[in-house]
């Protein structure tokens, strides 16, 4: 019965002296997290001295497969996968992690908006939120994936009681790397010439991939890339609709880009940004100094000084265009926050109680 749990004997290597780490992920049997697992399994995330735990997490009706997904993990003979666990309940396989990566949601089909998954999806990241806050590990880092990624984030966030709103973050890492990959095209440089590109906002259609900050060969990105219309009418809209361009290609969502960008994403939270670089990380938007509404996980130009504490960099001067862009997706963003108060409503009615009303809980992991 779960949570099922399968763990290597503890070897006597003593280049292998670090305590182990622990890593949920949610969707664990979904395709992002087939491209993420044996990734994170070898070491990539933490680096090869790092032992760790996988706490693998699926709804009741797929945990069954994560043994296939165990036995596939096994068969790497990964030397730093010291521990898998699978089950559903997130009371006990968030117990002690100290990184989540919550990925598990309903994806959008073709014609949809991500905020359409929102009455869907947006329940889940309730229950999640507030097991997070009761068993994780007190400095866990937690990055949404699962979509609509900011306003889910936001819903965890107001659940997560003990934790700080500031330990949850929604990846807007993949259309970080959607911008640089196209500006490179452009400019016909390597992609290693483009720094600084900066997603402002919400992952969805509305967000602002900045090609005013952004750099090509220490260039501003628009003294290399001298076609404005281009920029605003070709470059804007294609990252924008990367996402759905791909669901209509490939008939389901974007997944091995997405596991890149979420292992990105983490990476960056958890050790420095190097001098001079800017990324992209969706994070609560108090105080920050770009007038943008308070209370919202909101995409901006960030530095991390690693271990989670990530800053809004200031002062990146916004011309007309780009103000005119971040209104509209602050605005969406201020909806999407009222649908979910609509949400919880819609839930109450449905089943006649809160949706946690009922949760049983399982003894609790360590206890
Ligand atoms: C993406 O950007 O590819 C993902 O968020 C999936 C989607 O719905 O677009």
């Known amino acids: 019965m779960y949570p099922f749990e399968w763990s290597h004997p503890v070897t006597k290597d003593s280049s292998m002296v670090k305590p182990l780490k622990r890593i949920a992920v949610t969707g664990a049997g979904g395709q992002i997290a087939y491209s993420l697992l044996f990734r994170l399994a070898s070491g990539e ?12 997490i699926e709804i009741p009706e797929m945990v069954e497969a994560l043994k296939g997904i165990v036995m596939e993990l096994e068969d790497c003979a990964d030397p730093l996968l010291r521990e898998i666990r699978i089950g559903s309940d997130p009371y006990e396989l968030f117990g002690g992690v100290h990184y989540a990566f919550l990925i598990g949601a309903t994806p959008r089909g073709s014609g949809m908006e991500r905020k359409d998954l929102l009455l869907e999806n947006g329940v889940k990241f309730v229950e999640q939120g507030k097991a997070l806050g009761e068993v994780a590990s007190r400095d866990v880092l937690v990055l949404v994936v699962g979509n609509p990624c900011n306003t889910n984030c936001w819903i965890a966030t107001k659940h997560a009681k003990g934790l700080s709103p500031r330990q949850f ?19 016909g440089v390597g992609i ?16 602002m991939p900045d090609f005013l900050h952004a750099k090509i060969r220490g260039k501003p990105a628009t003294e290399v890339i001298t076609d404005r219309a281009w920029l605003e009418q070709k470059f804007v809209p294609e990252v924008e609709q990367r996402g759905a361009v791909v669901i209509a290609a490939r008939g389901r969502s974007s997944a091995g880009s997405a596991a890149h960008a979420a292992i990105e994403a983490m990476q960056s939270l958890i050790f420095p ?4 670089s800017l990324i992209s990380m969706a994070i609560l938007s108090d105080g920050n ?13 960030c530095i991390s000084r690693g271990n989670g504490q990530v800053e809004i960099v200031p002062g990146l001067e916004l011309d007309s265009f780009l103000r005119e862009k ?15 108060s609509h949400l919880n409503l819609q839930i109450r009615e449905k089943h006649g109680r809160g949706p946690l009303s009922d949760h049983k809980r399982s003894p609790r992991y360590g206890t």
């Open 289 to 301: 100094p770009y007038g943008i509404a308070q209370d919202l996980i909101f995409s901006f130009p």
């Open 45 to 56: 995330l933490l680096g090869k001295d790092q032992p760790i735990a996988l706490h693998l």
């Open 326 to 340: 971040l209104s509209l997706v602050e605005k969406e963003l201020i909806e999407e926050r009222g649908l979910v």
């Open 169 to 187: 973050f929604a990846m807007t890492r993949l259309d970080q790397n959607r911008a640089k990959s196209l500006l490179a095209k452009k400019a």
């Open 192 to 207: 290693q010439e483009i720094s600084n590109v900066i997603v402002w906002g919400n992952h969805s259609a509305l967000q």
């Open 273 to 276: 940004t190097p001098a001079g």
